[in-house]
């Protein structure tokens, strides 16, 4: 029985077709799966904290809507992708425990302070840039539920990654300092955006599985690179230098090539000691200790509800 169901999964991820929540699959894929989905879901909420900080803080009506749409997107990610988590048979309560606990990770480049307003413009056009370059893959997900949920959210991102370039572009035809706040954001997010595509592809030790699986359909590296081809023209045109004197093209592999990001420092930021984890964790504690009476009082309603169901039958 068991080995019928084996090769049931094994046909369905070789003629990549779709994974549903009631189809047998290995434990490991369930796993992987739950981890992944897991990090992805609470990047997208300790997401909410670097650009939330500058809500009350942006400079004109329209670029507070814009940036207030752009939040609220990310808590929506999050619900999304903590629901297809739920399908594995996970609850959500236990994985913002394990968030909360630190026993699960959310991405590094969350971990990195918002100094001005410049960032808000750099974190759409890099960090979400990137994020679609990781994500665009992701609706091809050999898992129903998560490559469903990316299509979505794939559509948002491209909306945050063109209010960032449309909010830096403003900024370059502005004053001289606003053009230096551009330089200085993007010199400081460069090398965490070329680090959220993971570490390289040697010391990877989930990609070649999870390839084999449909989980990914590209190693770290290939999306860096297509990550960073991408964004040269963009800065080009933007009129700001990306800090790599090792960024130049490669004619003969069509490709840029660039220099390679600080692994240290990404492995220091993994193991807590980032410019803002503690603060992040911090604020994620204390918006969960906020918020237990909402989630009190939703267990309430649904037993209510419960009850008077029962007492109609
Ligand atoms: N940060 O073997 P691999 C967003 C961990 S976008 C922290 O290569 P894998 C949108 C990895 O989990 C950001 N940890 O792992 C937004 C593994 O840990 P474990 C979120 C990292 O899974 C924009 C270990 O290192 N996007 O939120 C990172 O095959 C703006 C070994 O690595 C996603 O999560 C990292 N950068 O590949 C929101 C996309 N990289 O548990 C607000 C979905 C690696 O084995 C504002 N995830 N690790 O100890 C993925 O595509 C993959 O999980 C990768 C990592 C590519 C991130």
């Known amino acids: 029985m068991d080995e019928e169901l084996h090769e049931h999964f094994t046909r369905t991820i070789e003629r990549d077709q779709r994974v549903e929540p009631r189809d047998w699959m290995p434990s490991g894929y369930r796993r992987t799966l739950v981890r992944q989905i897991a990090q992805h879901a ?3 909420i300790i997401g909410m904290q670097p650009e939330g900080n500058w809500i009350t803080r942006a400079p004109s009506l329209r670029r507070k809507a814009i940036l207030l749409a752009k939040v609220q997107d990310e808590a929506g990610h999050g619900l999304y992708l903590y629901s297809a988590a739920e399908t594995l048979g996970v609850d959500r309560a236990e994985l913002t425990d394990k968030l909360l606990s630190q026993k699960q990770k959310y991405s590094s480049i969350f971990n990195y302070p918002t100094l001005t307003f ?20 992701l609706c091809r997900c050999s898992y129903g539920p998560y490559g469903r949920a990316m299509v979505r959210i ?7 990654q063109r ?13 001289s300092r606003q053009r230096e706040m551009v330089q200085d954001a993007t010199d400081r997010w460069w090398w965490p955006s070329l680090m959220m595509f993971g570490p390289p592809d040697g010391d990877s030790p989930n990609t070649r599985q999870s390839m084999e699986w449909g989980i990914k359909r590209h190693t770290n590296d290939e999306l860096r690179q297509k990550f960073v081809d991408m964004t040269v023209p963009q800065a080009e045109a933007l009129g700001v230098r990306l800090p790599d004197s090792g960024l130049v093209y490669n004619p003969e592999r069509g490709h840029y090539d660039f220099s390679e990001p600080d692994w240290d420092e990404f492995r220091r ?14 604020r994620r504690r204390e918006a969960h200790r906020d918020g237990a009476w909402v989630r009190e009082a939703a267990a309430a309603h649904a037993a209510k509800q419960q009850q008077r169901g029962r007492e109609a039958v």
């Open 42 to 44: 609470h990047s997208e």
């Open 118 to 137: 410049a960032d808000i413009g750099v974190i759409g056009w890099l960090v979400d840039g990137a994020a679609i370059v990781n994500q665009v893959p």
């Open 154 to 160: 794939c559509k948002e991102e491209s909306f945050h």
């Open 163 to 175: 209010q960032g370039y449309e909010l830096l572009m403003t900024m370059m035809n502005g004053t």
């Open 269 to 282: 930021v993994l193991e807590g000691n980032g410019p803002c984890n503690a603060q992040r964790i911090e």
